[in-house]
């Protein structure tokens, strides 16, 4: 039952997303971000879906930022996703958009964040997914010696019940205080509402 629920959520979470509409209509509290969800060859962890995943604030001029990898499974009868991050996260800047550059990623370039995964479930209407941490967890890791930590949330699922329908990726990250509990960085007025612009087809 939770294997067959895999690949539909593979399906929708596969693709390019943009909020270029919220940020219109918002642009004091949102920035125009570009997300995309790269699936990744099968081969890289045998069972399930991997995605590379990395956005872009579209109106700096930057190159993409916060390069990580997603493995969605079953966990204990559950759909789980787990986050994993880069030995090396600059040589794949760009990459969602060259995916030649993924063929080769191995596992040996994959960093354990074991504190980073989240329980999904599938909501009342049968088509909507919700991600959320363990409660009373935070996703943690170090980098150059400190320490980050976030709270990681995302809903996945079809704007309205029309068969046409855009897919809707809602983004609740937020980076946390670990001494006060606050957010420090992330939506503070609801979260970012990417609608699917492209589609990327799962891999055989």
């Known amino acids: ?23 219109l209509s918002d642009p004091t509290w949102y920035l125009h971000l570009r997300l995309w969800q790269r699936p990744l060859p099968r081969h890289l962890f045998g069972e399930g879906y991997g995605f590379f995943i990395e956005q872009v604030s579209v109106a700096s001029g930057k190159p993409p930022y916060r390069q990580r990898i997603l493995h969605l499974t079953a966990k204990d009868n559950a759909l789980w ?21 993924l063929t080769g990623l191995s596992r040996d370039e994959l ?17 909507t997914y919700s991600a959320r941490l363990p409660e009373g967890s935070l996703c943690s890791f170090t980098i150059g010696g400190a320490t980050s930590y976030v709270r990681l949330a995302f ?39 990417l609608i699917k612009q492209n589609a990327f087809a799962l891999p055989a």
């Open 111 to 127: 960093v354990s964040l074991p504190t980073c995964g989240v329980a999904i479930e599938r909501q009342p209407d049968g088509q």
């Open 155 to 193: 809903d996945i699922g079809p704007e309205s019940p029309a068969a046409s329908s855009a897919i809707v990726f809602q983004m609740n990250d937020r980076g946390i205080d670990a001494a006060t509990g606050k957010a420090t960085w992330g939506p503070m007025m609801g979260p970012f509402r």
């Open 81 to 101: 996703g787990q986050y994993y991050g880069l030995t090396d996260p600059s040589a794949y800047v760009g990459a969602a958009t060259q995916p030649d550059r």
């Open 1 to 23: 039952m939770i294997e067959a629920q895999l690949h539909p959520l593979a399906i929708a979470l596969a693709g390019e997303f943009d909020n270029r509409q919220q940020s």
